[in-house]
């Protein structure tokens, strides 16, 4: 190590893996640089590993794009300059463009969108919510809707509580079963699980077995026993007929505390394994196959992710992959699937609300909300709309919903239009482009953190606390300071204020920093002290996952309805969305479906400022199968336009067979180039945005985007 280096343990939170880094560091104060990143071997999750993204946390933090001082917007779109100002300016500028909408259009005048990073962030969870909350909006919107939504609504309706998700044993399970999750990529999702190829090598080497469900042949699925190629939004089908088929072949051992059974039987009879291979493509054969060999394995677990929730019939798949872990046997036993029980439980504690669905809609399209927020999918038309609780000003949070929600390019043009915007972001990016002020707080190297949510959903027991590697620069603000300002700024403005004795409670909560509101949830936790952590900045082991069933159910009678009302109240669409398919001769009228794909160097719409993540080939491309570009005429490598009903892009094609006949894939977060607005080395970057493609009218159940599988056609362009 250099003379004057020295080595401290981080955390990387750029991902759901949490994974631990050792950092070198060079030089103090102002001056201080990482020089290194590397995993923590001692990390009880993570155990050394780190994935391409977590080494370039420093190029983050070194980057010359990022914004380190509040900016107003001087002029639109090409000819907007960006002038710096300072923070007291800033957030008085932004307190009084929110209040004065408030004031004049009321409280579901401001429109508030969270994007992903937010859940990655302390400062979040224990300040930013609390803001927004504050603003008393019922026009929220976040990331989750274009995600896991159904993850969410299915756990809440089954187990009582939207957060309590079922995490699969990876490190003991013999029969890994995964529908359109690509963990060798993504370090797991809703199942924190960082070192995922080395647990497949250990699941591999004690003799289980990995099959995976995709329409893509995925990093995941090379790696598997067996890979079924499935058409995409047919994931539902395919699951219900495997839970038709344990009914069938008498292979249900139910635990004593699960209702309703009989009433699952009744109403996946319709779900043939004849059914499903005419709508997915996979044999009838293989459907029981795989049902057997899940009933068979000694400690199995299916697992499906966001393939299968952004389709059109999430929250049904969500259910019937809970009903074949639950069937089997294999819930809440070693080697299945557990309830992860972190030190900090925000389950039991009720930090994170229940879950609740259809308590308001939203104004235009009567969506029901879900958790306390509208589909990102209905943004632009609340923007748009006039009327009483129209949206005239926007806040975005950590977020870039132009990229990341259905039909982008018109919100973006929505925001365009709005009264006032302001965002919370590090960077000028498609959609915070469009603000009067860009509020940037300091990077994670910078913060404290602990994370509350996904030591909730590890598949280990484990906790840990780790202090800000990089000390915080001279007039910057952390996130938390930025929401803890702005929400009393935006309160002292309101006409219509909340009452004095809630005021203070909530400048009483504001108060505290993230730090004291840890160590207060630790030391009443009965698990473990900030001080012990503090003696341990590597984390501590709190063992393996434990059965925890019945006691840990959330339902009011601590028993599980497996027929939940809400969720199969949604069969019959899926009744007729089946009987169109199987009345077809051949799917769409070109026959072709669009699925999104994530790369293990991307981060969502934001790691394209990092040039170390960025070199090599580019991965930007469209991927369609070499009989389906025949069959169009098309050679690989032509510039191809791809159409759906709400627009078109011009795109360069790879040809692979590594997507199945009838599907093409571009991955998302990708789409820089916007009329020569100077977005930073992003802009460099090739591609297209998916999300100009995805329909705004294609929702599942619980209000979740349908990405996967949206018609499209392709034509040279
Ligand atoms: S998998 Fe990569 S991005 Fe995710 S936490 Fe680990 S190092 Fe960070």
């Known amino acids: ?32 640089r990482v020089t290194s ?101 019922r026009n929220r919107f976040s990331a989750s809707s274009v995600d896991q939504i159904p993850h969410q609504l299915v756990a809440w309706q089954l187990y009582g509580h939207q957060l309590l998700l079922p995490i699969p044993d990876i490190d003991r399970t013999s029969y890994f079963l995964v529908l359109g999750a690509n963990p060798m990529a993504s370090n797991g999702s809703l199942m924190t699980v960082p070192d995922f190829p080395n647990r497949l090598r250990a699941l591999k080497a004690r003799g289980g077995r990995m099959v995976v469900v995709d329409p893509r042949r995925t ?31 008498g292979l249900t051992r139910p635990a004593p505390y699960v209702d309703r059974v009989d009433r699952v039987r009744e109403l996946v009879e319709p779900f043939t394994p004849e059914a499903a291979e005419q709508a997915s493509g996979i044999a009838a054969d293989d459907v029981r196959r795989l049902a057997r060999e899940l009933a068979a394995a000694d400690g199995g677990a299916a697992y499906g992710r966001i393939g299968v929730s952004t389709t059109g019939f999430g929250s049904l798949a969500q259910w019937g992959i809970q009903c074949l872990n639950i069937l089997t046997g294999h819930f809440d036993q070693p080697g299945g699937v557990l309830f ?58 950590a977020g870039n919903p132009v990229l990341s929600t259905p039909d982008g390019k018109r919100l973006g043009d929505a925001f365009a239009g709005l009264d006032f915007m302001a965002a919370v972001d590090i960077y000028v990016n498609e959609t915070t482009r469009h603000a009067d002020v860009i509020l940037p707080p300091t990077t994670a190297l910078e913060r404290d953190h602990y994370d ?11 906790a840990r606390w780790t202090p800000a590697a990089l000390p915080k620069p001279e007039g910057a603000k952390h996130d938390h300071e930025i929401y803890r300002e702005l929400a009393l700024r935006v309160q002292r403005r309101l006409v219509v204020r909340p009452s004095l004795r809630t005021r203070l409670k909530q400048r009483a909560r504001l108060a505290l920093s993230p730090r004291q509101i840890v160590a207060g949830l630790l030391r009443t936790s009965g ?7 503090g003696r341990h900045p590597e984390g501590i082991d709190l063992g393996p996952l434990r059965p925890t069933m019945p006691e840990r159910l959330q339902t009011e ?86 159409t759906s009903r709400v627009g078109a892009v011009t795109v360069d094609v790879q040809a692979t ?61």
């Open 1 to 32: 190590m250099p003379v004057g280096s020295r080595t401290t343990l981080g955390v990387c939170n750029l991902c759901e893996a949490i994974c631990g880094l050792e950092l070198t560091i060079e030089g103090t104060g102002p001056e201080a």
């Open 37 to 137: 990143i590397r995993g923590n071997p001692a990390d009880p999750l993570s155990r050394g590993y780190l994935c391409p993204k977590g080494v370039s946390l420093a190029d983050v933090h070194a980057d010359p794009d990022r914004l380190r001082a509040p900016v107003r917007r001087v002029g639109t779109g090409a000819d907007a300059e960006w002038l710096e100002i300072g923070w007291d300016e800033a957030l008085d500028r932004v307190a009084d463009g929110l209040a004065g909408v408030l004031n004049e259009h009321g409280r579901n005048a401001v429109g508030v969108y969270l994007g992903n990073p937010n859940a990655h962030s302390l400062g979040s969870a224990t300040h930013g919510l609390a803001m927004v909350k504050m603003l008393r909006t």
């Open 219 to 249: 990093e995941t699925a090379k790696a598997a026993d067996e890979h079924f190629f499935v058409r995409p939004g047919s994931d539902a089908v395919v699951v219900l007929a495997m839970v038709r088929t344990l009914f069938e072949e």
């Open 340 to 397: 992860t029980e972190p030190a900090i439980d925000f389950v039991t504690r009720k930090l994170i609300g229940t879950g609740h669905y259809d308590l308001w809609r939203s104004r235009v399209r009567g969506i029901p909300e879900y958790g306390g927020e509208l589909p990102a999918a209905v943004m632009r038309e609340e923007i748009e709309t006039p009327g009483e609780g129209q949206i005239h000003a926007m806040l975005t949070i």
């Open 452 to 462: 509350i949510v996904f030591h909730g959903l590890a598949v280990r027991n484990t």
């Open 527 to 533: 698990v473990t002290t900030l001080k012990r952590l």
């Open 557 to 642: 009678n601590h028993r599980i309805d497996l027929a939940p009302d809400l969720v199969v109240g949604d069969l019959p669409r899926l009744h007729v969305w089946l009987d169109d398919r199987l009345a077809l001769e051949q799917p769409g009228p070109d026959g072709l479906v669009l699925i999104g794909r994530r790369h293990k160097q991307d981060n969502n719409a934001w790691f394209h400022n990092i040039e170390r993540v960025n070199r090599g080939r580019p991965r930007h491309q469209l991927l369609m199968h070499p009989e389906d570009l025949a069959e169009r005429g098309i050679a690989d490598g032509d510039l191809v336009t791809v």
């Open 657 to 717: 067979d590594d997507v199945m006949r009838g599907v093409v894939s571009l991955p998302h977060g990708y789409g820089h180039q916007v009329d020569g607005v100077r977005l930073g080395r992003a802009s460099k970057v090739p591609g297209v945005s998916i999300n100009d493609l995805t329909d705004p009218d294609l929702l599942d159940l619980s209000g979740n985007a349908a990405l996967s599988g949206v018609p499209v056609t392709v034509a040279l362009a």
